[in-house]
């Protein structure tokens, strides 16, 4: 089965965006992509 996961390397949102700087919410969003896909 094949799926679509969307992912914005550059600049991915997320709701933590008031406690993570950009640096952060780039490494927690590639994590949970790991979770996803991996």
Known sequence: MR???PFAAERPKTRL???LDPVERRSFARA???E???
């Open 17 to 19: 965006g008031d406690v």
């Open 32 to 34: 949970m992509l790991r």
């Open 3 to 5: 799926v679509v996961v």
């Open 36 to 38: 996803v896909v991996g």
